[in-house]
């Protein structure tokens, strides 16, 4: 029997993660407000009324709609379809690269929990403890297994968890005020269970950079304030992503300028 050409159990993947996408969005809308993730079924964030299943396709159903609820024709965000399609190719690129194993698996959890984390700092400037803290575990269990290994999965917990407490506690010292939520440390702790500390070390050095770039950006075409900068878990989570996939490449790069 000949198996499926790449291309096609690429697509598949990336179908499967559309999927996993829209169960993503649900995480995002009810986590913060507190209510169950399985139970009820999804309804018009408006008017309530149940979402119907063709009316639930990932992306499809959003742009067949116009971006607007049948009933109420109220506005739908773009984070439903950007999430659903964020997901969805970031399966697919995943298994392209990876194939299927356990490096996949991490890959890809970890890829689901920082959507998920970003798209919350943004919208309530929160990190739920339900994702990182388990995060934390089920990085370091799939370390037996697979990069970056226990010993490095264990470092990464501690540096990412700990340079992010000793900024903290720095910052509340000097300034007598708190800088970073506390839900920080916990999302670098979880990176670190995932990447290792070096590419957790690489991922925090470049949400630093983005972060202050976007900030002095905001601040100089006067935006906002130092103060309304955007969390900074959104930035540690495209941190951690650009560590996840082209960290080791652009370490290289960097130690062969000199
Ligand atoms: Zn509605």
Redesign the pocket.
Known sequence: MNEAPPAVTALVAALFGAIVGSFLNVCIYRLPIGTSIVWPASA?P??R?EIEWYENIPVVSWLALGGR??????PIGMQYPIVEAITAVMFGAAWWYYGPGVLFAQRVIFGCALIVLFAIDLEHQLLPNVITLPGIVVGFILSFFTEPGWLNSLLGIVVGGGSLLLMFYLYLVVRKREGLGMGDPKMLAMMGAFLGWEMTIVALMFASFTGSLVGLTMMLTRRGSMESMLPFGCFLAVGAAFAATIGPHAVQWYLHLF
């Open positions: 018009c408006h008017c009324r609820c049948r009933t109420c024709h109220q």
